[in-house]
């Protein structure tokens, strides 16, 4: 489908992991077979006129595990509430000439690292909340806790993909 809707290439390898080894953001993918009741991460790209898109995917075989299914939910609210606080800052005029600055990419970061922080699992994120996409797949700005705290550029495009993972059982 990324070739026929357009892409030259993918933007990367895909990465489909399954269980444990969706404990790796950017792991690869193992011969154990896919068991009910695991978690797939899938990773990919499309590569369309040199620029790069990343999605990532997380679905559940079966019926989710009562742990994965709140994991999965922590995460997707530490999404939104990052996003929310993006587009109240759009909304106000934010990154017009006229308008308030966006919002620096550290302190994004901290929106959702807190928010998982607080559910308990501050230890299990381990990389950005996210990275600029463009003529590369990870490019200026990033969202992380070392990021910078000038405003975001505009226009720009960025992931915003927090998540954790429990090393040796999901992700």
């Not at 809707?5 to 896919?34: E, K, N, S, T, Y």
Request: proline letters at 8%.
């Amino acid at each position: 489908l990324i070739r026929t809707g357009g892409a030259q290439a993918l933007a990367f390898d895909v990465a489909c992991l399954a269980g444990p080894q969706a404990a790796l953001p950017h792991g690869a993918p193992g011969d154990r077979p896919v068991l009910e009741g695991a978690v797939l991460l899938f990773d990919f790209g499309a590569n369309v006129a040199g620029y790069r898109s990343d999605m990532t995917r997380t679905l559940f075989v079966g019926e989710p595990r009562e742990r994965d299914l709140a994991i999965y939910e922590i995460v997707a609210r530490a999404q939104s509430a990052v996003i929310e606080e993006l587009e109240r800052a759009v909304s106000a005029g934010a990154g017009l000439a006229a308008g308030p600055p966006l919002p620096d990419g550290r302190s994004l970061d901290a929106i959702g690292r807190d928010l998982i922080s607080a559910a308990g699992h501050g230890d299990h994120f381990g990389h950005g909340t996210g990275h600029g996409i463009g003529l590369a797949v990870h490019e200026a700005p990033s969202l992380a806790t070392r990021a910078a705290t000038t405003p975001l550029p505009t226009p720009t495009v960025f992931s915003v993909e927090p998540g954790i993972y429990l090393e040796g059982e999901t992700g």
